[in-house]
């Protein structure tokens, strides 16, 4: 019956968006437009700073999540803060893995893979998807998919404000959602598959209980994936910056995900310092 009803809703709400396709944004800024000014915008981004909140669903439940953020985009270099948890990972450093001051014991540093499994556990996203980029490709993907068919599944709602700022709303609905099956070719793992079909890993590894990880596959196993990223997507779009800032994505299930970007500065001065390790105000 939960279920039914989650499934009930889903279709009401992708089906209230496709019929606005119609009644709503006859005049101001249409779709195409508005994707291509995120396009152009996340291409000018060549340093961020934000407080990101984040809500993921893990094994059921949303798990909640604040940190702070400092990137630059080429040579990409990221800053993390989460709770005490200090991340500094510097693109060409420290054989490609990240500084983790812990916070707690052992009490000292640590240089982990980004890919590996402490820091991928319960959560949807490695350090590498931070940032704008990550959203970018999947929404690239997705506009070239549609081709002359936007309408079908990109559409500008109503205005909103998100933390007392204007924005556009951008609903990405796909109602024929749906788990389709994947023969694992050679040298593949689920990160691999996931960035090539430009799907959620975390979702894919969900839905295929039978694996332990993401690197639990091999060569000629057929697994299940997603035809799309979600099967709706909710975009709000800061109006000075155009930029998402606040993005819920949808799978069949319900909420799969949130992010929510506060306090954000684009293309903001960071010194190089503050991508190292000796930076005064850190402490690894």
Not at 16 to 45: H, P, Q, Y
Not at 80 to 93: D, P
Not at 115 to 132: K, N, P, W
Not at 212 to 231: C, L, M, T
Request: positive net charge.
């Amino acid at each position: 019956m939960i279920v039914l009803f989650r499934n009930i809703k889903l279709f009401v709400l992708s089906s209230a968006v496709i019929l606005s396709l119609t009644s709503f944004n006859k005049k101001g800024l249409n779709n195409r437009d508005l994707i291509d000014k995120i396009f152009a915008a996340v291409e000018n981004v060549k340093t961020l700073r934000y407080n990101l909140q984040c809500n993921e669903r893990i094994k059921g439940k949303m798990q909640h999540t604040e940190s702070k953020v400092k990137l630059q985009v080429s040579p990409r270099k990221l800053y993390l803060y989460i709770k005490g948890i200090e991340v500094l990972w510097v693109q060409g450093q420290n054989n490609g893995n990240a500084l983790v001051n812990p916070n707690s014991f052992p009490y000292i540093n640590l240089n982990l893979d980004p890919y590996g499994s402490l820091m991928r556990a319960d959560q949807h996203h490695t350090i590498h998807e931070m940032g704008y980029q990550y959203l970018y490709d999947i929404l690239k993907d997705g506009y070239k998919k549609a081709g002359d068919n936007l309408n079908k599944y990109f559409t500008v709602m109503p205005d909103e404000k998100h933390n007392g700022r204007d924005c556009y709303k951008l609903a990405i609905a796909f109602p024929d959602f749906a788990w389709v099956p994947y023969t694992v070719k050679k040298g593949e793992n689920l990160t691999t598959i996931s960035r090539k079909l430009r799907v959620s890993e975390y979702m894919v590894l969900e839905n295929n209980p039978n694996l332990g990880g993401y690197n639990d596959v091999k060569e000629g196993q057929v697994i299940k994936v997603p035809n799309a990223y979600a099967k709706m997507t909710l975009l709000l779009v800061d109006k000075e910056y155009l930029l998402p800032v606040n993005n819920k994505v949808f799978d069949d299930k319900g909420l799969f995900e949130t992010y929510e970007y506060f306090d954000l500065k684009v293309n903001p001065p960071i010194a190089p310092e503050e991508f190292t390790k000796d930076f005064k105000a850190y402490n690894f």
